[in-house]
T-cell receptor, first 112, second 116 residues
Framework: KNEVEQSPQNLTAQEGEFITINCSYSVGISALHWLQQHPGGGIVSLFMLSSGKKKHGRLIATINIQEKHSSLHITASHPRDSAVYICAAHLGYGGSQGNLIFGKGTKLSVKP | NAGVTQTPKFQVLKTGQSMTLQCAQDMNHNSMYWYRQDPGMGLRLIYYSASEGTTDKGEVPNGYNVSRLNKREFSLRLESAAPSQTSVYFC???????????????FGPGTRLTVT
């Protein structure tokens, strides 16, 4: 059983829609990452957070440590947001650097 | 500033052949990682190096060896390639100084490896 679960697996939206991608994890973590993988294969880090909320442009990431849940929101979605979004949990505490567990990703397609 | 570079971009090997995937970063990061990505599996950690001179196994280390040559370079070696090692390989680096400091990972462009 994967310790990091994402939903939905696939998501199709119309341009301009508000999008939410969810990530749940079953173990204690020290940080959670959101990554974006472009159709060409490149991977870019969007956020790393250990509490609260972070915002960058139209992207917002939130985390609820007690509920072991994080969400990635995209406001005013655009076709260029089409990509696979990956959640990754950094397990343990005190900077255990190798314990990064990835979700399987959410494939987002935004139609014009 | 090139970030994280990987060579080669593509490689085809026959079963039993060996090869080394090269990775270098110019961001002065302490930590470097090797992942593989397979359809339906997500990214999985093969090996990582928390700092120069140290390496540790990740989730799927069997069939691989690594070398942290210096702070910049981290190589992954397949001694005797098997079809099960057909995958896309990503190198990444990060600066990790505890929970309160940024540990965002920066990824290389990937190497697509096919073993026949």
């Amino acid at each position: 059983k994967n310790e990091v679960e994402q939903s939905p697996q696939n998501l199709t939206a119309q341009e301009g829609e508000f999008i939410t991608i969810n990530c749940s994890y079953s173990v204690g973590i020290s940080a959670l990452h959101w990554l974006q993988q472009h159709p060409g294969g490149g991977i870019v880090s969007l956020f790393m957070l250990s509490s609260g909320k972070k915002k960058h442009g139209r992207l917002i990431a939130t985390i609820n440590i007690q509920e072991k849940h994080s969400s990635l929101h995209i406001t005013a979605s655009h076709p260029r947001d089409s990509a696979v979004y990956i959640c990754a949990a950094h397990l343990g505490y005190g900077g255990s650097q190798g314990n990064l567990i990835f979700g399987k990703g959410t494939k987002l397609s935004v139609k014009p | 500033n090139a970030g994280v570079t990987q060579t080669p971009k593509f490689q085809v090997l026959k079963t039993g052949q060996s090869m080394t995937l090269q990775c270098a970063q110019d961001m002065n990061h302490n930590s470097m990682y090797w992942y593989r990505q397979d359809p339906g599996m997500g990214l999985r950690l093969i090996y990582y190096s928390a700092s120069e001179g140290t390496t540790d196994k990740g989730e799927v280390p069997n069939g691989y060896n690594v070398s942290r040559l210096n702070k910049r370079e981290f190589s992954l070696r397949l001694e005797s390639a098997a079809p099960s090692q057909t995958s896309v390989y990503f190198c990444a680096s990060s600066e990790w100084q505890g929970v309160t400091r940024s540990g965002e990972q920066y990824f290389g462009p990937g190497t697509r490896l096919t073993v026949t």
